[in-house]
């Protein structure tokens, strides 16, 4: 029978689907990753495993697992795993693109809001016993509606978010590799990286996690940002300087930032961010609505069976 690795606790119908025709192995510790030398102990006979983005797949392991077919990852991101090593192996990577989109992208959203009016501070001061009554300037934020918004990485998701703005009548710029048709059809303009970040309020940081894209939201990058620009990243926390956004937000070099993950996860309350006014941080839910996670599990859970019957792939990344 094939050995099929999960390594967090998944939704018991899905499980239910593999453990008909493969052996299952599941990693019940709900809050807890795999640790490295387990995961490296089961996969070493699996044909399938299906991974979390706290899990790396690299040449260590995938040597260790000369019957691997298939590795289904439980994310749109797949910077976890050494692709060229895969592909030497001929081992199939499949992540979990579309199902995310628009669950993200609202996030994306929540964060800007959150950030530009404050909502944080306010629940916190009201939470506190701190609120003295109404007046004209009192957690005064900025508005949204209208402003000129910055997308880095126009993929589907960046085109969900550019979606949304259209209601928020914002005039969206973006920089990426190429022109995105639906970006132009949404009215969003191609621009350079640095123009983008002269110009825009918000910067919303969505592009895919690469060697190219690793720590270009740097102090460089912060200085040609406004003042009262806000800074949003649903990306990978590797995107940037970690040290050189606390300052530019402590220095008031920009106005704010608002994140949802970090370069290195998780963040506890040592990190430099945390305590800075003007930071909205939240624990990496992008993709964590139920009925998402559920739609993630699902096409992980149907691209191993694809791959372990034989067939191809349903999103292969290669
Ligand atoms: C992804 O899919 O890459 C997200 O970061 C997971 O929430």
Known sequence: MKKVVITRNINPDMLQKLRKDFEVIVWEADEQPMPREKFLAETRDAHAVLTMLSDKVDEEM?????ELKVVANLAVGFDNIDLAAAERREVVIANTPD???????ELAFTLMLTSARRVLEANQELMDGEWSGWSPYHMAG???????IGIFG??????????????FNCNVLYHNRSESEEARAL???LTSFESMLERSDFVLCSAPLTNQTKHTFDKKAFSLMKNSAHFINIGRGAHVVEADLAEAVKSGEIGGAALDVYENEPIGADHPFVGLNNMTLLPHIGSASVAT?????????NNIMEVLNGGQAITPVQ
């Open 62 to 66: 995938l040597q260790n697992a000369p």
């Open 142 to 148: 900025t508005d949204v509606f209208g402003k000129t």
């Open 99 to 105: 199902v995310l989109t628009e669950t993200t992208a």
């Open 293 to 301: 996670r559920n739609n993630m599990m699902n096409l992980c859970v």
């Open 187 to 189: 009215g969003a303009k």
């Open 154 to 167: 126009m993929g589907s998701i960046g085109v969900s978010f550019a979606r949304r703005l259209k209601g």
